[in-house]
């Protein structure tokens, strides 16, 4: 196994909700550690250019209506397989269809509102940190 780094977005609705702590203490019970956090305000700019992938699709507008919403909590995860660990952590996209004990099933609200972003990939989990951490903000 290597140890990986990957990237976490804990979203509007469950900051909205004071559900920080608690996604950080699923996260860290699933084995992964923080190495840089900051609570932020994503501008319409910033989610436009991080959803940029999403531009063509029907629900980009709300997305990036909804992440600009209110302040979002920016995270570098690292540990064993961090993007698989992290994803798994995370469950389902949809909470309904997510597993018990996971962070959508647990505190998310809607498909939409569903608490959590993490990477995909190692390439995209490298994109995205880069795309709100500079390198020494990163402390693991």
Known sequence: ?????????IKPDATRRNLTGAVTKMLENAGLRIVASKRIRITRHQAEGFYAVHRERPFFADLCGFMTSGPVVVQ??????????????????????????TIRKELAESIEANSVHGSDSLENAATEIAFFFKPEEIVG
């Open 1 to 9: 196994m290597a140890t990986e780094r990957t990237f976490s977005i």
């Open 76 to 101: 570098v995860l690292e540990g064993e397989n961090a993007v698989a660990r992290n994803r798994e952590v995370m469950g389902a996209t949809n909470p309904a269809n997510a597993d018990a004990g």
